[in-house]
């Protein structure tokens, strides 16, 4: 069974940092397209970034040049290293995985694998 466990939120102030972690169960998700979705109270999931199996990247633009997301395919983990945080970027970050190995997909319905999410909480 396919896990994904998310770790590494928590309280930030504005312009600080905070790195999350999203540790995979199974080796052969190091070779799928991985994304972070954040969701804040009261709204929808929204996309926050995306890489493929090859590193390339994208990414919402409330958080280009602030985030940035990264893999590493020997742990079997994937990272949001958030930067100059603001209180905007306070939710629940879900870390999240495709069947596919290509594409850059921002719909979370093509993922098919989800963490149990974790929070972060920025002060203003």
């Known amino acids: 069974q396919v896990q994904l466990v998310e770790s590494g939120g928590g309280l930030a102030q504005a312009g600080g940092s905070l790195r999350l972690s999203c540790a995979a169960s199974?080796?052969?998700?190091?070779?799928?397209?991985m994304a972070w979705f954040r969701q804040a109270p009261g709204k929808e999931r929204d996309f926050v970034a995306v890489?493929?199996?090859?590193?390339?990247?994208n990414y919402a633009e409330s958080v280009k040049g602030r985030f940035t997301i990264s893999r590493d395919s020997l742990k079997n983990t994937l990272y949001l290293q958030m930067n100059s945080l603001k209180h905007e970027d306070t939710a629940v970050y879900y870390c999240?995985?495709?069947?596919?190995?290509?594409?850059?997909?921002?719909?979370?319905?093509?993922?098919?694998?989800w963490g149990q999410g974790t929070q972060v909480t920025v002060s203003s």
């Open positions: 199974v080796r052969s998700l190091s070779a799928n397209v």
């Open positions: 999240a995985a495709s069947s596919s190995r290509y594409g850059l997909s921002n719909f979370e319905g093509d993922y098919i694998y």
């Open positions: 890489v493929a199996w090859n590193g390339v990247t």
